[in-house]
């Protein structure tokens, strides 16, 4: 993770290529704002919009971890490392009350 523009961080690395997946319409129009943003920030940077195959569209960050923390079986939805990172962040969350 990065603790900075999201256009510093591609510089930093060396990258002149953001890449953004898109799952529905309603998706476009933020992403669209950002990638302005990005190139008024700085116009080398492209963004490039990738869509998800039909089979990850319904998927969102929001839903997995809401699944997660109820107890659900996350791990069709993300990789083995994501699923055991997430499951780390919510036991120090329970632990922590």
């Known amino acids: 993770l990065f603790e900075s523009l999201l256009v510093d961080f591609v510089k930093s690395v060396g990258a002149y290529i953001i890449i953004r997946g898109l799952r529905a319409v309603s998706d476009f129009e933020y992403e669209f704002q950002m990638a302005s943003m990005n190139a008024r920030l700085d116009p ?36 083995p490392g994501v699923k055991k990172s997430l499951d780390s962040h919510l036991l120090g969350k329970i632990k922590a009350r």
């Open 44 to 79: 080398k940077i492209e963004t490039v919009f990738l869509m998800a195959s039909d089979q990850y569209q319904f998927i969102s960050s929001r839903f997995v971890k809401e699944i997660a923390r109820l107890g659900g079986d996350i791990g069709y939805f993300v990789t």
